[in-house]
């Protein structure tokens, strides 16, 4: 019981100290559809709790405001009512210190909770659920932060810049990890917490493949722009051809070219050149793909890549010490015991794998069942984790998933071929 009031409460600073260096306009503001302002990924959070915790359970409930239940509402239709996404920015009440006592008034009440009926094994169950989902906006949080500060001609930094190690002098030669497949076990298994997604654990054949021992990094994605690669629709599929030309893309997100040539890159650390042994980040699908082919590779498919990193799972403490930083190192990277670098605290890795229901796959009843199956059509699979990701949060079969012209999360690729 304590251990998961502990949590609780530190999951729950963590997410005001995330929004510690901003200024409530910096909270408030929307920058496109997709994303959602500061306050209201502090406020949904909150509203979780209230909505799915306090009031079927909590003695007498009253909600701290009842307009809350519709403006803070994301996409659970059973719940009721929602405020339309693309106009979160426009939310400009309640404040943000209206919004900082909501949590503050849920927190104290989920604790009281806690405290008198921690032991009851469904409410822990609704907790870490709960917890997870927070950590998950946690992420968002800065992505969309990022996306935000891009927007402005001034280029402002989030947070100052911590010196990183020198870069090598040239970047290791991208050796290959043979695999070889076969009959292999896929999806969430043991005692921890998973999400509805991850299970159930089932069997799925591999033929023999190899993964790139490190993710391509933002060097030899450079190469790829310098050789055409934006030019060239043989490296394209049809779809993300046609998304090229609409949207008049030649290059990744927050990207832009220096004047003394070469490129520089926006990033939570503001504008800094472009480091070329770092991971290549803020990648599409369609990039991914397209970079792979140019590349005579493809990406993984989600079951090789979780077969691969299947090793791996016990040196989850070093290979996750990186989580929570605000960008991606530069090389070297720790490497699992096959000589896999990378897996997890530096960027999502695109897979090919659609993402689908796992065979046996059930939605929970009522409203928290809307938290994953009903988004499962015209989306990608990604695996591993982000510099943006909370410490503690990534695991091996977590699935995140994007449409295939997503860019703005930590996004990026490590490159799969047959053998």
Known sequence: ?????????????????????????????????????????????TWFFETFVLEPNEAGFRPFHPAFRVLFNSYYNGVGA??????????????????????????QRMQALLARQGGNAALQTLVELGLQHEQQHQELLLTDVLH?????PMAPAYRDARPQADAPAVAPALDWVECAGGLVEVGHTGPGFSFDNELPRHATYLAPYALGARLVNQGEFAAFIADGGYARPELWLAEGWDWLAAQHIAHPLYWRAAEEGGWNRFGLHGEQPLTPHAPAA??????????????????????????????TVHLAPALLAHAGAPSPRIEPQAAAGNGLRGLFGEVWQWTQSSYAPYPGFRTAEGAVGEYNGKF????????????????????????????TTARWQFSGLRLARDV
Do not use: I
């Open 1 to 45: 019981m304590n251990d998961l009031l502990s949590r609780f409460a530190a999951v729950r600073r963590h997410s005001l100290a995330l929004a510690e260096p901003l200024s409530a306009e910096d909270c408030c503001a929307q920058s496109m559809p997709d994303a959602s302002p500061v306050k209201w990924h502090l406020a949904h959070t």
């Open 82 to 107: 929602r405020h339309p996404r693309p106009q979160r920015g426009l939310l400009t009440r309640p404040a943000l210190v209206e919004v900082l006592a909501y949590r503050a008034n849920v927190d």
């Open 148 to 152: 935000l500060l891009s927007c402005n």
């Open 282 to 311: 803020h990648l599409s699908y369609f990039e991914a793909d397209a970079y792979a082919r140019w590349a005579g590779a493809r990406l993984p498919t989600e079951a090789e890549w979780e077969a691969a990193a299947a090793p």
């Open 376 to 403: 499962m059509v015209n989306q990608y699979v990604l695996r591993g984790s982000s510099c943006a990701t909370p410490a503690g949060h990534a695991r091996l079969s977590y699935r995140n998933f994007f449409p």
